[in-house]
């Protein structure tokens, strides 16, 4: 038997890797990707704490199902946003996008 | 008795490998003989001009932005659908609200003229 | 147990029995009697797949009207040995820019991804891989990867052609794919179930789906060809302007891969038409001899496979923009109309005698269709009559 | 060690090590591939955790549309697709340091939780997690609030991004 702390820990594990993407990546649809790894991490939390807790109690997969929207949503604005960016300024290096610091 | 994951995590792995096997059956017994000339991108006999990988057209990716949205809300029906027998009949007009939100999406970008081949 | 009436479960027991004779722990021999299974299995239909070769060719000779393969054996059916052999001895070349690990594992993952549908696929009555509660979703999983393949070969192959070729077929498998899942929905409706054997045994025991839900097969039909890149939506091949598509730069034995994954996923589509609304291995007597359901089974498989030859011979090739625009402005609206027709209906009429369901379904899709027509006959007379004073000073 | 264990053990290591690569590769395409492997590996473990329906709506919605998604729009944005410099910021350092905090701490609140050693309890008989779970989204005393709105977040979404992709101006 897989005691839960398994999953927890390779979550953190996956939510940490995904958090150092997200800071230090220079393109901005590679931050996107990490963004995608922490989202992944929160999702099998939730589906391990659903299936080691009550089984019956379906708010764990549903929340998780929710996360899917949550990510399907993301992606399509974030990567537009990228886009229409992309097509002003000709680039997608995040740190090369400083309109917004004076 | 039967274990449903275990056979479908098998069939995965044996559907990966066994195409595997014909490529390596051809690997031993083709010729081969590399020059730059049957190396070189085949366009036709014309010589390659530029970058092979080209930028796509944006209009592409706005199917793929609405492809995404409808994708997720079928996830959403599958449930739903499979539980429309035992369910009583007001469920289904949850159903159809939530698939009516969506196609009026589609209808607006529609409208504003967003599918249109640009 | 009785070999004729239970093929799979009376070889598992007597193998389990001699495995576990041998020595072998439970787990690890049932692991193995699996892999032999799943062997026999993909090799059946691997055999198929090469019998197909012979079919299309001869049929098209036939649509077009020559002779076709007739050197070979009885009627050239022994054509498709020699033209594996000519794959496997083929050089195989690799443009020099290629991305080499992406560009080789793209053919394995292309078929591969076909493969994975026979997983779920009910033969006869219990003759199947599994019986998953899932079957539908996995089925729209394994096209996951097969668009990844795709994708990735035309990516890897540094061609532009390729690449063109590559996001003009992911861009329609996509878009189709929305009409094909939602007329996967239809029979889940009805059966409450996402398994494929639920499905067939619920025909069996009442009614084939195509008699309750005719648009929703013909909306499967059209998707399934859409995905499969067959003609009339064939122009990720274009050869008179891409050249072949996604897998130019393929020969040998990769590019056969290609070729075996796209013929099988075609046979395959007609057998998930035949199970989805055709009853699967339905026929006279299949109940007490599973292995005549098969036959029935890969009889019907064979002419929804026919029936996609038919339309790819006949019918010339779309445009892009045509194509992509006829999934989101007809068929994607058309899909979810019958979607909320068949939910509204369905429950309504489940309670009453079995004629008066079947007849209320049947006249329900009917009703849909004759509105579609008319909706389009409408707008296509409209816009007839915003084209035709040009046309007619064109011939003056 | 059991079965199921060696399977996620190799599943984990697989998933870690692509997820390093995600943030790692230089070309975006394979990052893009690598995130794939990496999500799949998660689908292999909500298959583990008898999730069927969320493993298979993982494989459907993450690599049948997320990542074609992403490939889509690296090929749009290609100039930057060969990334020759640095893929990475020149604080990193700070970055690295940062996360290293963020992940001992999350792993010290894990270890300090009295509930970590629990096993899950084998699932019932004949249990259908898709049927359990149509009839908990729609039924009004439970999810049908939050199955709506994600109807209404997903077409904001629609709208905002096609308007956003395809501004002319």
Redesign the interface.
Known sequence: MIPISWYLFLSAALFSVGLFGVLVRKNAIAILLSVELMLNAVNINLVSFWRYGNTADMAGQVFSIIVFAVAAAEVAVGLSLVYSVYRRRNTVIADELDMMKW | M???????????I???I???I??V???L??????N?I???????GLE?VGE????????????????????????????????????P?F??V??????S??????S???R?G????A | MNFWSDPINSVYESWLLAFTGWGLDATLSQVIIYILGILILITFAMVIDILLVWVERKVVARFQGRLGPNRIGPFGLFQPIPDVIKLIIKEDTTPANADKFVYNLAPVLSLASVLFLWAVVPLAVNIFGVDLNIALLYMIATGAFGTLSIIMAGWSSNNKYALLGAYRQVASMISFEIPMVVSLLIPAIITGTLSMKTITEYQVNNFWFFLVSPLGALLFLIAAIAELGRSPFDLNEGESEIVSGYHIEYSGMKFGLFYAGEMLHAFTFGGLLAVLFFGGWHGPFSSEFPLLGVLYFVAKAMFGYWIIMWIKYTVPRIRIDHMLLFNWKFLTPLAFALLIVTALVHPLLKDQPQWIYILGMFLSNLLLGWVTIEILRGRSAKERAAVEPVAAVGHH | MEPTQIIFLVTAIMMLSSAVMVVSSRHLVHAALWLIVTLFGAAVLFALLEATFIAVIQVVVYIGAIAIMFIFAVMLTRRELRDSADPWNKGWPVALALTAVVAVTLGSFLLKWDGLLKTSQPMAEGYDSVASLGTALISPDAFVLPFEVASVLLLAALLGSVYVAMNKK
């Open positions: 039967h274990n449903t994951w275990l056979y479908v995590g098998l069939f995965l044996v559907g990966i066994f195409p595997v014909p490529l059956l051809s690997a017994v083709a010729p081969r003989k590399p730059p049957k190396q070189s991108t085949y366009e036709c390659t092979s990988q080209v930028q796509f057209k944006a209009q592409y990716y706005v199917f793929a932005l609405v492809f995404l949205i409808f994708d997720v809300e079928t996830v959403f029906l599958f449930p739903w659908a499979v539980s429309l027998n035992i369910q009949y469920v289904v949850e159903g159809i609200l939530f698939i939100i969506l196609i009026a999406g589609l607006y970008t529609w504003k967003m599918l249109e081949w």
